[in-house]
């Protein structure tokens, strides 16, 4: 994957080298950097270097520089000497904890590469993100966080919630005691397989010939405590795992549709690494494949496998061990998967408004892990690449428009997130950026939307409907690769900050505008007590009809796109049968409307206005298409 990463990169480097041209290639994990001159100099690199560790861990390529502002910014290639080794060699000498102690860090620094590139060589220097229980590692009195492509300095307030999770992480549950397990629980083999995986790619520990000789890495690696195992111990490589942990080595999954229940549901328990890929292969085995034409025909599976994997890891590295239950996998082909763990989130990622006028149930994305020793033995096997990837991928996804909004309920012991199937700009989300499009270009001053300013608006409008079912959703933050969108959409007030936001987390929910599911005031005042008699139906057809007359470039609107708007605020399926039924009524309800004087035919079409001189006067000028 990091080879890849660099091949792309020095691909695309010469391209724009060629072309003397610049172009953004740094990311929040990849910095290109020349190779210092002096050793004042190393300070920037290795507080770099201090900010990968920090945040999601990365590449520094040595011997490019970047020079120039403006029209004149360019990369050069400057190459790399031999006299900047030692440097590297003893870098991970350079940090410290908050105290001032030296952090003993040296595996999060794999061997670094040299690479020929156009007549000279560059320095591959790679960084691994320091596990949870560690951060934050600081250069010279200070920590730094990698933030898109810039270092910027972890503020006091970041530092003491790391603090507050140290303490936390003091107390894993992972490590608990596995009572009536030492030593002879462990299987030799699988302790030797998680050796082999821990030497790649630099030895750091011998292979052992028997479990006695193996006690102090068991020890180290608080596998044991005290001569007993622990649930980490036990889970990487216990013997009988299921006889000793119960349900918490175990993944239940069936598939919820009544005709498939009896033929596939499942129960896997076994160690960590094998439950993982047993629970994934039951996720691929049953959801539903389609046929991709853009990519010639080729099976596209209705969820990324990736996403899969990562959800499948994360449910299995973030459970709360101390409870006896197992991780259930439930799939409702056609609508979502939903992963119920055990365990719930921390207080302080969950914000929560369910008293105001906009409720509000977001949960603040965060890379750090309930148990950290066992993601450090995942990420040895590649199996949790920590970060936050789980929650990052998600929501990147669904701004890719390739899954729904995803979104977490909560139990009394178990937190369920559901990963749900279609689109983030579905028909439903499409139809309402069409009734208000008037509104949108003029908040524009006359520009569209651009398809990202789309999706960021559709996700944060589709956030708030589930928040209001008290379902809850991940948080976008300024600080992450839609930074851009939030600004233009935020200056341009069609999304706004929550009143809970502070300085340091901006809450966004969409223009309020956009928000309103009636006009029951504003139709009240133009047709006085006549509208009062009218039924719910009536009313809820009056309102999409004021929302296009006043809010959209049409200016009036259909029977059946009045339908599939009402259909939609209901929470209608889709049963083609059930919804013609709903057309039938609405369609009634129209000629009803219509008879006595509430709507009329707009000028040349077959689409409904308000029959109301006072709203009437406010339609758009000319006749709607």
């Given at each position: 994957m990091k080879l890849a990463v660099i091949e792309n990169s020095l691909k695309k480097l010469a391209q724009l080298l060629d072309a003397d041209r610049f172009e953004e290639l740094e990311t929040d994990t990849l910095e290109f950097k020349p190779l210092p001159a002096t050793g004042a100099d190393w300070h920037t690199f290795y507080q770099s270097a201090c900010a990968l560790l920090n945040t999601r861990g990365g590449i520094i390529i040595v011997g490019v520089k970047e020079q120039g502002t403006g029209a004149a910014r360019k990369y050069r290639l400057t190459g790399w000497r031999q006299d900047g080794e030692p440097k590297i060699v003893q870098m991970s000498k350079e940090f410290k904890d908050e105290t001032g102690l030296?952090?003993?860090?040296?595996?999060?620094?794999?061997?670094?590469?040299?690479?020929?590139?156009?007549?000279?060589?560059?320095?591959?220097?790679?960084?691994?993100?320091?596990?949870?229980?560690?951060?934050?590692?600081?250069?010279?009195?200070?920590?730094?966080?990698?933030?898109?492509?810039?270092?910027?300095?972890?503020?006091?307030?970041?530092?003491?919630?790391?603090?507050?999770?140290r303490e936390s992480a003091a107390q894993a549950r992972e490590l608990g005691l596995v009572e009536g397990?030492?030593?002879?629980?462990?299987?030799?083999?699988?302790?030797?397989?998680?050796?082999?995986?821990?030497?790649?790619?630099?030895?750091?520990?011998?292979?052992?010939?028997?479990?006695?000789?193996?006690?102090?890495?068991?020890?180290?690696?608080?596998?044991?405590?005290?001569?007993?195992?622990?649930?980490?111990?036990?889970?990487?490589?216990?013997?009988?795992?299921?006889?000793?942990?119960?349900?918490?080595?175990?993944?239940?999954?069936y598939v919820d549709a009544p005709q498939e229940v009896a033929r596939d549901k499942q129960d896997f328990a076994d160690n960590v690494l094998p439950l993982m890929e047993s629970s994934l292969a039951y996720l691929l085995r049953n959801i539903q494949v389609g046929v991709s034409i853009e990519r010639g025909g080729m099976s596209r599976p209705q969820y990324p496998e990736a996403l899969l994997r990562e959800t499948v890891n994360n449910a299995l590295a973030h459970r709360d061990y101390s409870v006896n239950r197992q991780v259930i996998l439930a799939v409702k082909p056609g609508a979502h998967i939903a992963i119920q763990n055990p365990g719930s989130f921390r207080r302080q990622l969950v914000v929560e408004e369910v008293d105001g006028p906009t409720p509000l149930r977001r949960i603040l994305p965060e890379a750090q892990a309930r148990n950290p020793k066992l993601a450090d033995v995942l990420r040895v096997f590649r199996k949790w690449e920590g970060r936050g990837i789980g929650m990052a991928t998600m929501v990147d996804l669904c701004l890719q428009d390739e899954i729904d909004v995803p979104y977490y309920q909560f139990g009394t012991q178990e937190v369920t997130l559901h990963l749900c199937t279609g689109h983030l700009l579905d028909e439903r989300m499409l139809r309402l950026l069409k009734a208000y499009d008037r509104h949108v270009a003029e908040k524009l001053s006359g520009q569209e939307l651009s398809r990202q300013q789309q999706l960021v608006l559709a996700y944060l409008i589709k956030s708030e409907w589930?928040?209001?079912?008290?379902?809850?959703?991940?948080?976008?933050?300024?600080?992450?690769?839609?930074?851009?969108?939030?600004?233009?959409?935020?200056?341009?007030?069609?999304?706004?900050?929550?009143?809970?936001?502070?300085?340091?987390?901006?809450?966004?929910?969409?223009?309020?505008?956009?928000?309103?599911?009636?006009?029951?005031?504003?139709?009240?005042?133009?047709?006085?007590?006549?509208?009062?008699?009218?039924?719910?139906?009536?009313?809820?057809?009056?309102?999409?009809?004021?929302?296009?007359?006043?809010?959209?470039?049409?200016?009036?609107?259909?029977?059946?796109?009045?339908?599939?708007?009402?259909?939609?605020?209901?929470?209608?399926?889709?049963?083609?049968?059930?919804?013609?039924?709903?057309?039938?009524?609405?369609?009634?309800?129209?000629?009803?409307?219509?008879?006595?004087?509430?709507?009329?035919?707009?000028?040349?079409?077959?689409?409904?206005?308000?029959?109301?001189?006072?709203?009437?006067?406010?339609?758009?000028?000319?006749?709607?298409?």
């Open positions: 030296q952090l003993q860090i040296a595996d999060r620094f794999p061997p670094p590469q040299l690479i020929n590139f156009r007549g000279e060589r560059v320095c591959a220097v790679f960084v691994d993100e320091l596990s949870a229980d560690v951060k934050f590692a600081f250069y010279k009195g200070e920590a730094y966080k990698r933030v898109l492509t810039g270092d910027q300095r972890i503020s006091e307030a970041e530092l003491a919630r790391q603090r507050e999770f397990v030492g030593l002879e629980g462990f299987d030799l083999d699988k302790l030797n397989e998680y050796i082999t995986a821990l030497n790649r790619p630099t030895k750091v520990e011998t292979v052992k010939a028997d479990l006695p000789s193996a006690l102090p890495f068991l020890a180290r690696k608080a596998f044991i405590k005290d001569g007993t195992a622990t649930t980490l111990g036990v889970l990487v490589c216990g013997k009988h795992p299921v006889d000793t942990l119960g349900f918490r080595c175990q993944v239940h999954g589930a928040n209001e079912l008290v379902r809850y959703t991940i948080m976008l933050t300024p600080d992450n690769n839609h930074f851009n969108e939030l600004l233009a959409l935020e200056r341009a007030g069609l999304i706004q900050k929550h009143e809970r936001s502070t300085p340091a987390l901006p809450i966004y929910i969409a223009d309020r505008e956009l928000m309103r599911k009636n006009y029951l005031p504003e139709l009240r005042r133009m047709f006085g007590l006549g509208f009062d008699g009218l039924d719910q139906r009536s009313k809820n057809v009056l309102s999409v009809v004021y929302r296009f007359n006043y809010f959209s470039r049409d200016g009036a609107v259909s029977a059946k796109a009045a339908s599939f708007d009402l259909w939609s605020q209901q929470g209608g399926g889709e049963d083609i049968r059930a919804f013609d039924a709903f057309y039938r009524q609405v369609r009634y309800t129209f000629n009803q409307l219509e008879r006595s004087e509430f709507v009329k035919k707009a000028v040349r079409s077959r689409r409904y206005v308000l029959d109301d001189r006072a709203g009437s006067s406010m339609l758009p000028a000319g006749d709607p298409v």
